[in-house]
C-alpha cells in the first residue's frame, strides 16, 4: 500500500506556547489545555487558470479568504488536513495553484500538509504535481505521527466514479496500522464520509459497503472521523466513532430549502479547529466571512483573569449583578 512521506513530529506538548492561543497555557476550568490541534480544510475545487467554478464561484478568492481567517485566529496547529476534492477536474495547473496557496501559510504555521484525495480528484496528477511520488493510480493514504497522536489518511475515490469506496487492499493495511494503539490514539481523514445525508444526491454518492469499514474500526483506537464530501457541515457517529464533516470552501450547500432542491451557493464557507484532549475531540465550525464584532474580550482580559485565583474569576465573570 503506497503511503504519503511521514514528516517529522510535530506534536506539542500540553500547553506548549504558541500553538493554541493565548489561554492554552492558561486552565481556566476542569480541562487541561488541548493535547493537539488540527486545522481541518475541505473541497476547495481548484481550477486551472482560476475559472470559475460552474461559471460563479471564485475557488481560488474563497480559497485565500480561508486561509487568512485561519492565520488569524492565533492558532499553530500540528497538522493542516485537507479532506479531498482538492480540484475540480484533476488538472496539474489546479494542483500547483493550490500547493502556492497553502504551503507559505503551512510554513508560517509551522505545520505539516496533509493531502487527501477526492471524487473530483485524479490520482495521477495528485500524486506527481502535489505530492512529488510516481503518477499512479494507488489509492493515496498516509500515516502521521503528530507526537503520540496517529493521523491515517485514506483514500475512498473510485477511479472514474464519483461515489466512494475503501478497497480491501486498504482495508487489510488499515487492520495493520490500527493493530497497536498510539499514544493519544487514532484520528481518520477520508473524503467520503460514512454517515446518511437528507439531501437525495449525496445518498447516490455516498461510500458504499460501509459495513466493511466499521468491522476494522471497531474496537480499535479510533477517536475521531474527519471528512468532506457534503459541502456542508455535519457531525455523526459511525461504529461508536465521531464523526465531523467539514464544509467546502469552494461553495456550500444552501440547506434552508427542501432537500431535493439543495443548491451550491456562494456564502456560509467554514473550517473546523478539531482539538484534541485527553478523553474528547472537539470539532469547532468556523465561519469565513466579514462581520461586525463586539470587543468586549481580547488577549488583554484572558491575560489579567490568568492572574486571579480561580475562586476570583467566578466572582469576577460568573456572579450575576444583584
Not at 500515516?143 to 475515490?157: A, E, K, N, Y
Amino acid at each position: 500500500m503506497a503511503s504519503l512521506p511521514r514528516p517529522d513530529d510535530s506534536g506539542s506538548s500540553p500547553g506548549a506556547p504558541g500553538r493554541g492561543g493565548p489561554a492554552a497555557t492558561v486552565q481556566f476550568g476542569q480541562h487541561p489545555p488541548a493535547r493537539r490541534t488540527l486545522l481541518h480544510i475541505s473541497d476547495t475545487h481548484l481550477l486551472a487558470g482560476n475559472v470559475p467554478l460552474g461559471g460563479r464561484f471564485d475557488t481560488a478568492a474563497n480559497l485565500t479568504q480561508t486561509l487568512i481567517a485561519a492565520e488569524a485566529t492565533g492558532i499553530r496547529p500540528d497538522a493542516i488536513v485537507f479532506t479531498g476534492d482538492l480540484t475540480d477536474l484533476g488538472e496539474p495547473e489546479a494542483y500547483t495553484a493550490l500547493r502556492e496557496a497553502v504551503e507559505p501559510v503551512a510554513e508560517r504555521l509551522g505545520a505539516p500538509i496533509v493531502w487527501l484525495a477526492g471524487n473530483h480528484d485524479e490520482r495521477p496528477a495528485l500524486r506527481r504535481d502535489l505530492l512529488g511520488l510516481e503518477p499512479t493510480q494507488e489509492p493515496v493514504t498516509g500515516v502521521w505521527d503528530l507526537g503520540g497522536l496517529r493521523l491515517v489518511g485514506l483514500d475512498s475515490t473510485v477511479p472514474g466514479w464519483h461515489h466512494g469506496d475503501v478497497d480491501s487492499a486498504q482495508l487489510e493495511w488499515l487492520r495493520d496500522v490500527l493493530a497497536t494503539p498510539a499514544p493519544l490514539g487514532t484520528i481518520l481523514a477520508i473524503h467520503h464520509p460514512p454517515l446518511p445525508s437528507h439531501v437525495p444526491l449525496f445518498d447516490i454518492l455516498e461510500l458504499r459497503d460501509q459495513g466493511r469499514l466499521a468491522e476494522v474500526i471497531a474496537g480499535t483506537d479510533v477517536r475521531a472521523i474527519l471528512a468532506g464530501h457534503l459541502h456542508y457541515s455535519t457531525s455523526g457517529t459511525f461504529a461508536g466513532v465521531p464523526v465531523s464533516v467539514a464544509a467546502a470552501t469552494c461553495y456550500t450547500m444552501n440547506l434552508a430549502r427542501a432537500a431535493v432542491d439543495v443548491n451550491g451557493m456562494d456564502a456560509g464557507q467554514s473550517f473546523h479547529l478539531v482539538h484534541v484532549y485527553d478523553d474528547t475531540i472537539t470539532h469547532a465550525v468556523v465561519p469565513v466571512l466579514q462581520a461586525p464584532t463586539a470587543d468586549v474580550f481580547s488577549a488583554e482580559w484572558v491575560e489579567r483573569m490568568s492572574r486571579l485565583t480561580p475562586e476570583q474569576r467566578l466572582e469576577a465573570f460568573s456572579r450575576k449583578p444583584h
